[in-house]
């Protein structure tokens, strides 16, 4: 049985909690908020100890694991307080917001486990386009493209006090909204060498600092990539990623279809997904990717999601942040 504390309450938090209760070798047994209130509520609803900070937790807690859904620029010193007490982290995404904090989860991770939230990864149509790709059976893959236009306003930035900043979010549409969709190009694509990026702000000049649309050219691995996100369009639309190979073109749409493009035409296939415990265009991978991290704890073995995997992920975001910060100033 594994004794857990969660860090930061707010709407990411709910999706660990519900996950943590469908997972038989877990107790819930403590959460902590600066908002108490926050960790009040959900402690009366999951039958846990509630504190006003992560340092007050653990001073009186003995946990085993923490999970940490705060905001982006503790991710790394909180992962790096937890970890010189023996604690394994299991941290919401991004991990980091600079290369800074990079070298504090690496000192992290090399005192106890540490898995990085990227729960798409276990999408059941990323799976099947992994198979494809690994089985050469539409020849080479030549390149793919990402699109992501998902719906925020200002209340969203204004109402959290801390996003949409540079200090404390660590950009906008890029680090936020679409992480887990450059991820996934990454990991299936390849490894960037060459990075070509664009970021403004088109409709919420004034109120945000860091950008709410981005583009970019981006070669993986030989392949040519082409990246677009947005949360200026009217809706949260399903995110789609598109592969090109020589012999056929496939199509991720969303969490759980893959259509198959070829000359012959087109096979759609549509995965049952497992339960979506937050908002369905999140994904709905927490609870398998949550689990996956426990697995590997009893297991002894390493989890998918560790630092090491998603690295390549973080060096092309924060090069894209270094070009494409410089048309927002």
């Given at each position: 049985?594994?004794?857990?504390?969660?860090?930061?309450?707010?709407?990411?938090?709910?999706?660990?909690?519900?996950?943590?209760?469908?997972?038989?070798?877990?107790?819930?047994?403590?959460?902590?908020?600066?908002?108490?209130?926050?960790?009040?509520?959900?402690?009366?609803?999951?039958?846990?100890?509630?504190?006003?900070?992560?340092?007050?937790?653990?001073?009186?807690?003995?946990?085993?694991?923490?999970?940490?859904?705060?905001?982006?620029?503790?991710?790394?010193?909180?992962?790096?307080?937890?970890?010189?007490?023996g604690i394994a982290v299991f941290t919401e995404k991004p991990p980091v917001i600079s290369w800074e904090q990079?070298?504090?989860?690496?000192?992290?991770?090399?005192?106890?486990?540490?898995?990085?939230?990227?729960?798409?990864?276990?999408?059941?149509?990323?799976?099947?386009?992994?198979?494809?790709?690994?089985?050469?059976?539409?020849?080479?893959?030549?390149?793919?493209?990402?699109?992501?236009?998902?719906?925020?306003?200002?209340?969203?930035?204004?109402?959290?006090?801390?996003?949409?900043?540079?200090?404390?979010?660590?950009?906008?549409?890029?680090?936020?909204?679409?992480?887990?969709?450059?991820?996934?190009?990454v990991r299936l694509l390849g490894k960037a060498d060459a990075v070509d990026c664009y970021m403004t702000n088109?409709?919420?000049?004034?109120?945000?600092?860091?950008?709410?649309?981005?583009?970019?050219?981006?070669?993986?691995?030989?392949?040519?990539?082409?990246?677009?996100?947005?949360?200026?369009?009217?809706?949260?639309?399903?995110?789609?990623?598109?592969?090109?190979?020589?012999?056929?073109?496939?199509?991720?749409?969303?969490?759980?279809?893959?259509?198959?493009?070829?000359?012959?035409?087109?096979?759609?296939?549509?995965?049952?997904?497992?339960?979506?415990?937050?908002?369905?265009?999140?994904?709905?991978?927490?609870?398998?990717?949550?689990?996956?991290?426990?697995?590997?704890?009893?297991?002894?073995?390493?989890?998918?999601?560790?630092?090491?995997?998603?690295?390549?992920?973080?060096?092309?975001?924060?090069?894209?942040?270094?070009?494409?910060?410089?048309?927002?100033?």
């Amino acid at each position: 049985m594994y004794r857990v504390g969660i860090i930061g309450c707010g709407g990411i938090a709910q999706v660990h909690a519900a996950s943590l209760s469908k997972l038989p070798q877990i107790q819930l047994i403590a959460c902590a908020d600066i908002r108490k209130e926050r960790a009040d509520a959900m402690a009366e609803k999951y039958g846990c100890n509630a504190y006003a900070s992560m340092e007050e937790l653990l001073e009186k807690e003995t946990v085993d694991v923490v999970h940490l859904c705060t905001p982006h620029y503790l991710h790394a010193p909180m992962a790096l307080m937890a970890a010189k007490k023996g604690i394994a982290v299991f941290t919401e995404k991004p991990p980091v917001i600079s290369w800074e904090q990079w070298a504090l989860l690496e000192e992290a991770a090399s005192l106890v486990p540490l898995g990085v939230c990227f729960q798409n990864r276990y999408n059941l149509n990323v799976r099947e386009a992994e198979r494809i790709i690994a089985s050469g059976e539409y020849g080479a893959l030549k390149g793919g493209r990402g699109f992501v236009t998902w719906h925020r306003e200002a209340p969203y930035y204004v109402e959290s006090g801390w996003r949409g900043t540079w200090e404390t979010e660590g950009g906008g549409a890029l680090i936020n909204q679409s992480i887990h969709t450059l991820d996934l190009m990454v990991r299936l694509l390849g490894k960037a060498d060459a990075v070509d990026c664009y970021m403004t702000n088109r409709h919420l000049k004034g109120v945000i600092e860091v950008e709410d649309t981005v583009d970019a050219y981006l070669t993986l691995d030989g392949k040519t990539a082409l990246f677009y996100a947005t949360t200026a369009y009217s809706d949260d639309a399903p995110v789609q990623i598109e592969l090109h190979f020589e012999k056929a073109t496939i199509l991720l749409v969303g969490t759980d279809q893959l259509e198959i493009r070829t000359a012959e035409g087109t096979e759609t296939k549509t995965f049952q997904a497992t339960e979506a415990l937050g908002k369905g265009y999140w994904g709905n991978g927490h609870l398998v990717c949550i689990g996956d991290f426990y697995d590997s704890l009893t297991e002894k073995r390493a989890y998918q999601n560790d630092l090491a995997s998603v690295k390549n992920t973080v060096d092309v975001m924060l090069k894209m942040y270094e070009q494409g910060k410089q048309h927002l100033k």
